[in-house]
């Protein structure tokens, strides 16, 4: 059986005294296992990432952009390897694990603007002949360590920007879906990148730790729980590090009564149920304004349901694949059984469904809560797994005051027609990313992602002109030069000669 | 004897329950008391801010700059009496504080450009008719915790840009020159910003635990000693906080063989001794490159600090006034005479300074040892007084490596004729505000204010571009409208009219 | 009688060989006369701009801008004086030219901004060692020919962003009503400025082809009407000057049937009446989509007109004041007349106002034409005036394409609830400046003022960011540094010395 | 023999009706035809452009900018076969052919920032509940016309930076090289551009009239001569198109006492005699300050033009290849005739070199000129030739001086080791792209390439982020909502649904 071990210096490496199973979600079997990093591994990955900074470091940017243009090369030639793992160990649908490669290779795209990107402040005269300006310097080693969910894309938030501001990289994967990772640090040396400046640790707790300790680390971007998200940040704060750190998400939907329902039933179906909801972005609420809304809702998305097809991601023609591991499997099941002993309607039940051919897969199928309260669980928690609950409100405001008081500020939406409610609802609603009839707000590369509240631990969100300033540090000169220099001097050495 | 209270939703408010001491520093009496609020006061505080939060958030930023226009005005017209209380309780020259005065109020300047500030960014078609925006929304109520050495102008550092993001205020200046804050307050008051906008508490721990452990304060910007400020940074990200915490420095000068001598030494004499060397930008170390640049240099620092006049800040003439407290006297003191027993050529002792007239003032002479070695106490320590040292090395190089191997990373400046040597330098030490022939390289308004290693905890530096960022959070929207509307139904409804 | 001089070079001019009457008119009477310059009158403000020019262009921008914070005062406490004078010689009503006075402010604001507005790029290491970065110079002497509207606002795009960017400026202001240029000279001399960097000529044509041919002159602003604009911009640019030249409008609104009708009359009154529909953002057509839409929309129109209250400026109880000449108000009439001729139906008829008390006042009443086609010369051409045409017609695309198809495109509104219909337009409408329910949707003073199609000549628009770059020329330094210099020999020198 | 036509809308077009003989300059040989496009095949190609504008300005830019990567790889796979054109063409070394090459690449390079690039400015709250952005948009179809020196590089300033902003293109290449331009062309299509978005006419003064009359032309770009740019510049003005038109040059170096003369001789070596001075950022002039660096640097670059190696562009072993044509060869051997004739002394004369094997080329060997005044038309005109002029001044103001006075402002170059000297240079001289020790400082990508004076024509410079404003223009929305829409109705209507 394969064993997916490191990436460092640009060189395989075993280190598998510690291993852990990888599954097949699809079929419950045990695919491959994944090394686990000692302390002593994570230190050579952070020794080589050391030893690769200062030549990077002086790397033009031009340069380092012109590795991330090939790199995007590659990842299009590879496309077909790296979703096919995804589908693999994650489960999520190959056409699914094709748009989360593309939205990774987005950031690379934007990662190769580097020259525009790191341009500095330049303020001539700030005293009579005095210039000062301001240069975003790269940190030295930084690290990622990423999520299960987009074992393609999360990585490729971090490490394209990094490289690019001159930083040498380290990246801790999920132990669920190692070989993605791997995959694209191949990639990355094929593109050109030298050896050291981008290195991956598979590994679980002792490896985190291990980065987090570590003093040469300068930086940790991390996308996970809240839970890991806040230690993570608070480690990573005490250690002198500068962290991002992404959490959990309920993000809700509003549907109101003036919106296009069959567009908005689309939509939701979609931001619910696709990739079995394991998205951080996931709507896993719609609250709907007035009852009569509700009613055609819920009736539309129980329709919609009922050829929801669900199976192994090797199939296109599946609309959703398994869960991640058995364990997730039954937590999830464990919170539709809790949404109807607390007494919401259970519309569509998941619950029973079984695939084919796959029956120890992780499959639960779509499920469906009406008349959901913000007391019950399925409400409060982020499930992580196909069930959208139903809020019904009277109206906008207090649609709004849900989701304001959710401990959550990741994304939400409004499905409307109305520029006056759309723009009261971008404006004051305490979600750090926004749709108007866009049910998964994600931005686009040149933008940042990153929630309010309990999503998002750090000042700066992740890709786009944040990440510039999250993996910089800003250095401001200011400079004057003494007279009598060789300028006015010479007026007087010279005449003599003539 | 005036007690100096706080400055809570436009009133004067007392709680003298605990009060303390404030000296003058130049006759050693005590001039006046400063009230320590109690959590309640802090609390008061917070819930005015709280309160006025909402109505300020939704100020168009126009109109919050135009109060800053207003306030600029009457800080001018006020000068002479916030420069006044500066000297009195601070002790430095009223020159010098009336130097600090004006680059706080250089960055009120730069916030009344917040319209400018605030532009979002915006992107059409990020999709087919999806656009995108990305807006920088106020955080809500933010606190400021501020250091004695420059009571006007480090809160102005803060305030004028968390206020002109839309934010509400709170401000804990230092309990040694509380002052300076209620004069701000009072005009920021009288230039129109409306009650609870900006607040003053002053106090000592129990007051700032107060501010780092309420809910509703949402970041907090601090200025001060890295021990204070690595508490501080850790405590409020612990409880969710957005901080920046700016603490100790160490600053060297290179001073290099092909070096404008007579400038160079000018330039140290006012960056080590000005303001007695209570400064975080002050230079306190100066590395000759070079014996005989060092010769040269020393001769001529003994030369001139023959002629340092020493004396009470509310005489114009002098060059420096008192240090801040007897105990800091004592500390300084101190310092001279472990750098003496450790072996340090004491070139100019300031010790035995006595100021007719002002005998029991905290006056110390300028004092400069050269032969100074890293390992001693006067190297290593942050001062924080009128003693400079100079240290010899061989080359450049050595000169540099001194530098980045220090604890802080504030600021530095080279002096050098040459273009080579001051690109090398500024490209390569590991400082965040570097000089070239400018031995105080603070940063304009309009860049930002910011050391490196253990001289700022956060990811953001004070003022300048980096303050509208760390005083907004990103929230990026997504929107697409449904067709079918009014636009297009027009089309088939009203023909039949004609 | 006091004849309006010039004022060049910190000094009032007289040179009053040429003079023309200025008249009151609310009045019909000669309240003053202005100063023609000559040829040579107008050298001497060059000659006085170009001597300025050296100390002004090295002037720190920080310094230029505290002149602009001053000025922003001395205009504020002088705003009365000016108002007045605009109502004098103008005839708009005083809460208008206060409103006027007051956009015109907002741009001394935004000049304010310079240390931030004039930052260059810079871009380290763009090869290896290699730094480059991008300055914005300013031009040398620059002009702005500004036209009677608005006295005070149009000059106020213009210096204020030419004198920050280190130019200095020569205005020529309309001889129809120059009082408020020399104001406006004074207070900034009184701010500050040094003598010649702002100069005022009245004048003619002669005037303005001076400044056009002259070789000092390096760049020329012109607001004005299409003939005259497509004049100054060809004879500008042959002469080698850069040029922006303002031209007409013809700004039509669209009212959508979903539109809140009772505030799109309000808002089409204050924007086809206001300052007598002598703006260059006035609406002069509304499109009504739909015919019910348009029987409601002329009904409440016809209704508000009724009671709107004509009189002279100084009345502020008055909506609308006199046109500006005798010759312009026979003009306007004339298109009533002919538009009357052509078959529109004439709703409201302006033409037999008599104000009691200013029978020789050019008064013309507010005009409302109904059914009006696009062969008309009330449609086609921009008439100035207080006259609003109605036309019909099916369906948004409808409305849309007569916009694009008019010579102009300065600015359009549209007044709907629907998020679409209002995103279409402003993607698609072939117009500078859009609304959305807002009927004049003039730039705010960080944003830049431009129209499309031939109502401006030139590549940047007015004010703003566009100005900025409009009145400075970019230079691109890229540099290197030998090696071999006192960094590295030092490294050999010196030890020699220990 | 091959006949090079046009593209058109995606084809190849012959209409080879008037032909003109294409030249190899290494050989005087005639290798094909050209094509010259009449009036009617203009029209067509822009009618194809005009066809393909609506779907490309609403194509996303992260969709065009997807084209630009495949185009960057499609470039690079096929470098070898357009520097191979290069070269037959023009005749300039291979390795010269493949700079010119990589730098036009690079502007591709930075279109691929596209949806960075175009990102617009968004204003929250510019009133109360009111907001406003500016977007830039495209400006429809746009044209550029180049120079014979550079035939890929110059048309890559351009239609990269065009295209990606949402504009349709027509190039008209020089009739001298013509065969890259469709080479160019042929790639883009295969990368994906739709058809009609990028159009070849090859051509003389017909197709260049054509392209300025036509209505449908937006923009003109133009690189070559000062008197065609002038023309081009007025013409297209006068027919409302916006127009940026880049002309001659004369490019002075400084060499200072204190310079690195070695590397400033490499350098100038380079900088005169590389394409055999036919590229406008040439030095086509030295300025030595002092007669001692004059002789020193008249010996050293008397001694490597020794060693000058000249003969046939497909040899990479030689330095230098034939100028363009027979005509220019006579007309550059005339200068050299006149210079001598007028006196200066003749260092190294380049007339009579033969190159065995190719007597029929247009070979002018090295040619250097001490002792030149500025009255010789060799120090007047742009020769565009492999002749360099030194001349001798005292100190470097009278050299500044010089190049100030010139006619031209393209670039400049000072060699020096000073910090000051080159401050005040690159501060005060007036010339648009300044190098410190860098001969040709022809800014890259992410920066703007525009000379001042005489050398550009318009506002906006070429490339970089000036071509984004050039090649959009602006619209400024300003949109609020009315309330009472269906977030505020709907709080009444749906209680009663309870």
Same mark, same amino acid.
């Given at each position: 059986?394969?064993?997916?071990?490191?990436?460092?210096?640009?060189?395989?490496?075993?280190?598998?005294?510690?291993?852990?199973?990888?599954?097949?979600?699809?079929?419950?079997?045990?695919?491959?296992?994944?090394?686990?990093?000692?302390?002593?591994?994570?230190?050579?990955?952070?020794?080589?990432?050391?030893?690769?900074?200062?030549?990077?470091r +002086?790397?033009?940017?031009?340069?380092?952009?012109?590795?991330?243009?090939?790199?995007?090369?590659?990842?299009?030639?590879?496309?077909?390897?790296?979703?096919? /793992?995804?589908?693999?160990?994650?489960?999520?649908?190959?056409?699914?694990?094709?748009?989360?490669?593309?939205?990774?290779v987005?950031?690379?795209?934007?990662?190769c603007?580097?020259?525009?990107?790191?341009?500095?402040?330049?303020?001539?005269?700030?005293?009579?002949?005095?210039?000062?300006?301001?240069?975003f310097?790269?940190?030295?080693?930084?690290?990622?360590?990423?999520?299960? &969910?987009?074992?393609?894309?999360?990585?490729?938030?971090?490490?394209?920007?990094?490289?690019?501001?001159?930083?040498?990289?380290?990246?801790?994967?999920?132990?669920?879906d190692?070989?993605?990772?791997?995959l694209?640090?191949?990639?990355?040396?094929?593109?050109?990148l030298?050896?050291?400046?981008?290195?991956v640790?598979?590994?679980?707790?002792?490896?985190?730790?291990?980065?987090?300790?570590?003093?040469?680390?300068?930086?940790?971007?991390?996308?996970?729980?809240?839970?890991?998200?806040?230690?993570?940040?608070?480690?990573? +704060?005490s250690?002198?590090?500068?962290?991002? /750190?992404?959490?959990?998400?309920? &993000?809700h939907a509003?549907?109101?009564?003036?919106?296009?329902l069959? +567009?908005?039933?689309?939509?939701?179906?979609?931001?619910?149920?696709?990739?079995?909801?394991?998205?951080?972005?996931?709507?896993?609420v719609?609250?709907a304004v007035?009852n009569?809304?509700a009613?055609?809702?819920?009736?539309?998305?129980?329709?919609?349901?009922?050829?929801?097809?669900?199976?192994?991601?090797?199939? &296109?023609?599946?609309?959703?694949g398994?869960?991640?591991?058995?364990?997730?499997?039954?937590?999830?099941?464990?919170?539709?059984?809790?949404?109807?002993?607390?007494?919401?309607?259970?519309?569509?039940?998941?619950?029973?469904?079984?695939?084919?051919?796959?029956?120890?897969?992780?499959?639960?199928?779509?499920?469906?809560?009406?008349?959901?309260s913000?007391?019950?669980?399925?409400?409060?928690?982020e499930?992580?797994?196909?069930?959208l609950?139903?809020?019904?409100?009277?109206n906008?405001?207090?649609?709004?005051?849900?989701?304001?008081?959710?401990?959550?500020?990741?994304?939400t939406c409004?499905f409307?027609?109305?520029?006056?409610?759309?723009?009261?609802?971008?404006? &004051?609603?305490?979600v750090?990313?926004?749709?108007?009839?866009?049910?998964?707000?994600?931005?686009?590369?040149?933008?940042?992602f990153?929630?309010?509240?309990?999503?998002?631990?750090?000042?700066?969100?992740?890709?786009?002109?944040?990440?510039?300033r999250?993996?910089? *540090?800003? *250095?401001t000169?200011?400079?004057?030069w003494?007279?009598?220099?060789?300028?006015?001097t010479?007026?007087?050495?010279?005449?003599?000669n003539?």
């Amino acid at each position: 059986m394969t064993t997916v071990g490191h990436f460092i210096n640009g060189e395989h490496i075993a280190d598998t005294a510690r291993c852990q199973d990888v599954f097949n979600p699809a079929t419950g079997g045990i695919s491959k296992q994944v090394a686990l990093a000692s302390k002593a591994t994570v230190q050579q990955a952070i020794d080589a990432a050391q030893a690769a900074y200062p030549a990077w470091r +002086n790397t033009p940017p031009l340069k380092r952009a012109s590795i991330m243009f090939k790199y995007k090369e590659l990842l299009e030639a590879n496309a077909e390897k790296i979703v096919a /793992a995804i589908t693999e160990e994650h489960g999520k649908v190959l056409n699914d694990a094709h748009g989360e490669f593309i939205r990774g290779v987005e950031v690379v795209e934007y990662a190769c603007g580097a020259p525009e990107l790191l341009k500095g402040e330049h303020s001539k005269n700030v005293g009579p002949a005095i210039d000062s300006w301001s240069e975003f310097q790269p940190l030295g080693v930084v690290a990622g360590i990423t999520p299960f &969910n987009f074992p393609a894309m999360v990585p490729m938030w971090m490490f394209p920007m990094a490289i690019v501001c001159g930083n040498t990289f380290i990246l801790k994967p999920s132990e669920r879906d190692p070989s993605c990772a791997i995959l694209l640090a191949e990639l990355l040396k094929e593109a050109g990148l030298p050896d050291g400046v981008f290195n991956v640790v598979n590994g679980d707790k002792e490896a985190v730790d291990s980065l987090l300790e570590a003093p040469e680390v300068h930086a940790v971007s991390f996308v996970g729980s809240t839970p890991i998200a806040e230690y993570i940040y608070n480690k990573g +704060n005490s250690a002198g590090k500068r962290v991002q /750190a992404l959490g959990g998400a309920k &993000n809700h939907a509003i549907v109101m009564p003036d919106a296009d329902l069959d +567009n908005a039933v689309n939509a939701l179906m979609g931001a619910a149920y696709g990739s079995c909801g394991e998205r951080c972005m996931a709507i896993s609420v719609a609250v709907a304004v007035g009852n009569d809304t509700a009613d055609t809702l819920v009736a539309k998305l129980k329709e919609q349901l009922e050829t929801l097809k669900v199976g192994p991601g090797t199939d &296109n023609s599946n609309d959703m694949g398994p869960l991640i591991t058995k364990q997730h499997f039954e937590k999830v099941k464990g919170y539709v059984d809790a949404g109807e002993a607390a007494g919401a309607t259970l519309v569509a039940d998941g619950r029973g469904l079984v695939v084919e051919g796959h029956e120890n897969g992780y499959f639960l199928g779509g499920t469906l809560f009406d008349h959901v309260s913000t007391d019950m669980s399925i409400y409060t928690d982020e499930i992580f797994g196909p069930v959208l609950c139903v809020v019904r409100v009277e109206n906008m405001q207090e649609a709004m005051d849900l989701i304001d008081a959710h401990e959550f500020g990741n994304g939400t939406c409004i499905f409307t027609r109305d520029g006056e409610a759309a723009r009261y609802f971008t404006d &004051n609603i305490k979600v750090g990313m926004v749709g108007v009839n866009v049910p998964l707000p994600v931005p686009v590369a040149c933008h940042s992602f990153g929630g309010w509240k309990r999503s998002l631990f750090g000042d700066l969100h992740a890709y786009g002109p944040d990440a510039v300033r999250f993996y910089t *540090k800003r *250095k401001t000169v200011t400079q004057r030069w003494p007279s009598g220099g060789v300028r006015e001097t010479a007026q007087f050495s010279f005449p003599s000669n003539q």
